[in-house]
């Protein structure tokens, strides 16, 4: 039986918005360094007979501290954000020796059947299974019922030998008569080697290495016998 899985608080790999959050945090710290010994200087060399204003004084020490609440502020998110991931990654070592869903490369290991579950478009007539290996070379096409049952691909060539040991993508052509409606890469089942930290989230770490988000997971299950 499939369990749909919810994927709030749960991701892999460091994300655009970490990356920009640390960019911004480095940036905030060096003009935080910057605006000190620009003070420092200007209260350095000021004129002693006309010395800076008060008030503007003042004004410039207000900046200063809101600058470095701020980047205290970013610090602190940063070691939170880090605590709540392993948090995260203790919560999935349950899915250890799971199979999960998720667009990922399927591991084929010379026997065992990757599943595959498709997801055509809805006025597709026709749907085409294309097999890529980890090159992105396609090494076969197999035509699929217009069908979002899973399809167990068993790694045989057209001639009933087995492919080579190694990852392989999966894509799904949908088309109505000559008209390609939809090219995606398909969901598989892959079995949850380990869970590891990536940056401040939890990556599911495949049977071929691969590293998938968390996140992306849209569905658990036993793994079948």
Do not use: C, H
Request: proline share 4%.
């Amino acid at each position: 039986m499939t369990t749909a899985v919810t994927s709030a608080g749960y991701s892999a790999g460091q994300t655009s918005t970490q990356r920009a959050a640390s960019q911004q945090t480095a940036g905030l710290t060096s003009d935080f360094e910057t605006f000190v010994k620009m003070l420092t200087a200007q209260a350095t060399n000021q004129d002693p007979l006309e010395p800076m204003d008060s008030t503007e004084y003042a004004a410039q020490l207000a900046q200063f501290s809101m600058v470095e609440q701020q980047t205290k502020s970013n610090t602190l998110l940063e070691g939170l954000q880090s605590q709540l991931g392993l948090a995260n990654m203790a919560a999935l070592s349950g899915w250890v020796g799971m199979e999960a869903r998720a667009v990922a490369p399927g591991y084929f290991d010379g026997s065992n059947a990757v599943t595959i579950a498709p997801n055509p478009a809805a006025a597709a007539d026709s749907v085409t299974l294309v097999v890529q290996d980890e090159n992105g070379t396609e090494v076969q096409r197999v035509t699929l019922p217009v069908s979002a049952e899973p399809y167990r691909w068993n790694g045989l060539d057209d001639d009933g030998n087995p492919l080579e040991t190694g990852e392989y993508a999966f894509v799904i052509e949908s088309r109505k008569g000559d008209d390609l409606l939809l090219q995606e890469y398909a969901e598989i089942y892959f079995k949850v080697n380990e869970t590891r930290m990536q940056g401040g989230e939890v990556g599911l770490i495949t049977e071929g290495g691969s590293v998938v988000l968390a996140s992306s997971v849209s569905a658990l299950r036993e793994p079948e016998t």
